[in-house]
């Protein structure tokens, strides 16, 4: 039997089958996990649903983070299908293009609000929506980081604040709800070509040096970092909440 059987997963941030969420959809559902998936918006409809019926998803949904209405929609449509939720996975960023390249101080406003509200706040409005289905003893919340939220990436600029804020989310909300026996956690993860990634100016560049200086000398596959999702939402790791753990090599140890 595997380590999540009976366990209903919802995992939003599938665009394409080079998403981490993909992965890590496809790696919960190896171990017995029934899964819902969620995309941004319509656009996106023609290559996520057949990944999801690929994985016999029964819940296959748009939801754009920013918008309450279609959040609340989301967990509306859960609730109507599956009653609860066990865990719930957040991959999902976004920044607009101008402000990954450059410098952090030309940031505007409405780029900085952007960035912070789709990729840190949705963690929030999220959790809320998913503790109220995770009645089953408890649940397992996971989000996404990358090692920009405590040191400089160059390029990396708004999201790297947007990361430090979504891991003080995760410990927040890890406090939040952990009398309700559910435990949030995040994965930093090395850098991994996706959609998302080759808006980083320079990224191609990030990848290099991660492979030259990691410990392992080497980058990292969406696969381990599906693996590592896997543990944290088992309950192998029932005594793990409010943490990032590190997918990335090793890179985040090394002096050089
Ligand atoms: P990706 O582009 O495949 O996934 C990002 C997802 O966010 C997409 O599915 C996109 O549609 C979704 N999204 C953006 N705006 C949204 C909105 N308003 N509403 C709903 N969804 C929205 O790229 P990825 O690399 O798999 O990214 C997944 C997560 O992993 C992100 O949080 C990213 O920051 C994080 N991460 C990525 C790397 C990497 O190198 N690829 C490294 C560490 C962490």
Redesign the pocket.
Known sequence: MGLLAGRRALV?????D????WAIAKALHEEGAEIAIS??GPA?ERRVRPLAESLGAGLVLP????QEDEIDRLFAAVRECWGRLDILVH????ARREDLKGRLVDTSREGFRLALD??AY?LIALARRAALLMTAGGGSIL????LGSERVFPNYNV?GVA?AALEACVRYLAWDLGTAGIRVNAI??????????AGIAGFREMLHRHAERSPLRRNVSAEEVARTAVYLCSDLASAVTGTVVFADAGYHTAGV
């Open positions: 939003l941030g599938v665009a394409n080079h998403s981490i969420a995309y941004a996106l939801c754009d983070v920013s991959a999902i960023a976004f789709v990729s949705s989000t996404l980081s990358f999201m990361k930093s993860a090395g850098p991994i070509r996706t959609l998302s990634a």
